[in-house]
């Protein structure tokens, strides 16, 4: 069973940067994608970032492009997948969830509720 693990929340001014992490273990999948989802309270969650080991680039929502990189490494069953904020909004303040699954195109066509494994989030706070 896949286990994601998300860290790296937290607290920075409009402008900053921050690193998130997804650690997932027990990860054997050879296709898969792994989204960031953000949702901010009264809010829908909403797609972030994601990338599908069959696709050739990332996809990133409008509202973050250029501002935000997400990028990943693994080591055997583990698979580390991270999400670089910069030039960090008001807006951006949510709480963010990695999410992954056994699908290894498109995955930005998947919808919140399409995705069978979940972190338990992480917050991020932008403010004065």
């Known amino acids: 069973q896949v286990q994601l693990v998300e860290s790296g929340g937290g607290r920075v001014q409009p402008g900053g940067s921050l690193r998130l992490s997804c650690a997932a273990s027990?990860?054997?999948?050879?296709?898969?994608?792994i989204a960031w989802f953000r949702q901010a309270p009264g809010k829908e969650r909403e797609a972030v970032s994601c990338?599908?080991?069959?696709?050739?680039?990332?996809?990133?929502a409008d509202a973050v492009k250029d501002r935000f990189t997400i990028s990943s490494s693994r080591d055997n069953d583990k698979i580390t997948v991270y999400l670089q904020m910069n030039s960090l909004k008001p807006e951006d303040t949510a709480v963010y969830y990695c999410?992954?699954?056994?699908?290894?195109?498109?995955?930005?066509?998947?919808?919140?509720?399409?995705?069978?494994?979940w972190g338990q989030g992480t917050q991020v706070t932008v403010s004065t």
């Open positions: 999410a992954a699954d056994r699908v290894g195109f498109g995955c930005e066509y998947f919808g919140a509720d399409e995705w069978n494994y």
């Open positions: 027990q990860f054997t999948w050879d296709t898969y994608a």
């Open positions: 990338f599908s080991t069959e696709d050739g680039s990332p996809f990133y």
